[in-house]
């Protein structure tokens, strides 16, 4: 079965630079969700998109935007990096309107920020 | 292949309660078990967290056992509150891949 699928798998970027992750869903599924985890850390929520409308927004910095588009994959844009956006990111999606719906997570995007 | 199971499916109780669930896996390599909370249309906020070298978390009202060996986690809620009403997910993690429990939807009555 198609997963979640998330580009690149690793990223390195400098300080101040911009760094673009994406994320393609299930197929059918509306609701796309970004996490962030540091090294040792649990999964931090960022935010969430149904019907390509933000749906949840957590602790997204200002710094950081993301999208949905028309086919329903998700880009997650951080700009003036920093040391401590160094993490892993990954998104989840999940079809909405299923009472306990299970989010399913794509492999994450390690991204190193030097 | 990692399968991760959660009993029960679903848990309504009074206020007041102190509630045990459970969640079992299959595979026991794994690098940390999650306890996550799931409300309707939001994020997941993650509850607990509990590295393979560790037996126990406490936060609060919660807490989570771990026992590697026998592929189970027991997540302990004391003194249950309506606000506690939720789905919780148990999620097993290996490098970069997080295995979902099939979840327990939680209803505490006032």
């Known amino acids: 079965a198609a997963g979640v699928i998330q580009s690149p798998r690793h990223l390195i970027k400098e300080k101040r630079e911009t760094a673009t992750l994406k994320c393609y869903p299930i197929p059918r599924h509306d609701t796309v969700y970004w996490y962030q985890q540091g090294p040792g850390q649990d999964p931090q929520f960022l935010i969430s998109?149904?019907?390509?409308?933000?749906?949840d927004k957590g602790s997204i910095p200002d710094r950081f935007s993301a999208q949905q588009f028309s086919d329903y994959h998700s880009e997650l844009n951080m700009s003036s990096l920093e040391l401590g956006d160094s993490a892993l990111y990954f998104c989840a999606s999940s079809l909405r309107g299923l009472a306990g719906t299970r989010q399913f997570f794509g492999p994450g995007t390690r991204l190193t920020v030097l | 292949k990692q399968e991760v199971t959660q009993i029960p499916a679903a848990l309504s109780v009074p206020e007041g309660e102190n509630l045990v669930l459970n969640c079992s896996f299959t595979?026991?390599?794994?690098?940390?078990l999650q306890w996550f909370r799931q409300d309707p249309g939001k994020g997941l906020t993650s509850l607990l967290l509990i590295q393979s070298s560790q037996r126990e978390q406490t936060s609060g009202r919660l807490n989570a056992s771990l026992d590697k060996s026998s592929g189970r986690s027991t997540l302990y809620i004391a003194a249950s509150q309506p606000g506690d009403s939720a789905t919780y997910l148990c999620v097993t993690s290996g490098t970069y891949k997080y295995i979902f429990g099939t979840g327990t939807r939680l209803k505490v009555l006032a």
């Open positions: 998109f149904y019907e390509k409308m933000q749906s």
């Open positions: 595979d026991s390599a794994i690098y940390n």
